[in-house]
């Protein structure tokens, strides 16, 4: 018995931190989407009670610390499967990227184990589990685009957002989300996106509204560490797209346009000093 599922990478339309809280995290507010740039898993049953990862990507741990083999034990263990998997990741996104392809990857094992050994666990109990891995996890599993509060678990889904095209870029630089969030002093955050002018752009279709309303509050920090992330944001805007923004904590910078003419510039003008650029839609 096999399996596949397909793991989207995450882009943030607007990322706000209100404050920290007493247990560490921080609480946010973010609108979440997902765009047309996947992992794909393949999940083949074994018969002996163990958890093998492979990948064609060098560059990923392969072993617990991989969130997918998070993922398939921690539903063995909560749901008394005896039997084994091997998972094999076909890595397309970006890694440490600021897109959660870990994330995503964990959330297509625990949707793809549910079907391989038929477990029945509902959709809501998948995303409890998913809060377990990580914060980014539960959006995940639930997929298309949401409003996510508390540590980034608590979702509303949204409608989609107006459709368009979406360019990604992404230096040659690992960025540490706990890095920045360590750097990020949350009472002092001058400018905070405006999360109800971006829920009014998606309820409402417009596009115009949805590029100005792009916020993310952890952009000047990456920004100070990497100077270099700014520089393809500016590079970015000036070459027309309609909004533009980092993506998480970074350092993937995407742009939006509604002209494929437009898209097909600036992807073909970054592609001549950014070697990781992709021009996708939404996923919608
Ligand atoms: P986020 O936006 O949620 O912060 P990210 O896109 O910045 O995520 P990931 O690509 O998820 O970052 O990788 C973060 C770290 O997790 C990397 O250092 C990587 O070694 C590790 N990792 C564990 N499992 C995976 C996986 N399945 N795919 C990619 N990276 C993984």
Redesign the pocket.
Known sequence: MKVFEKAPA?INLSLDVLYKREDGYHEVEMVMTMVDLA?RLEMQELSRDTIIISSQAGY??LDE????FQAAKLIKERYNVHKGVYIH?D?K???????????S??AATLRGLNRLWNLGIPARELMELGAEL?S?VPFCVMGGTALASGRGEKLEPLPSPPQCWVILAKPPI??S?GEVYGKLKASEIEHHPSIPDMLQSIRSGRFDLLCRSLGNVLENITFELYPEVRQLRDSMQRMGADGVLM???GPTVFGLVSKFSKAAKIYNGLRGFCKEVYAVRLLT
């Open positions: 995450k992992d990923i741990p610390k991989n969130l997918a990741l890595k996104i970006p890694v440490a990227a600021g897109l959660a392809g870990g994330s990857d964990a990580g980014d690992n960025v989300t993506s998480g904590s």
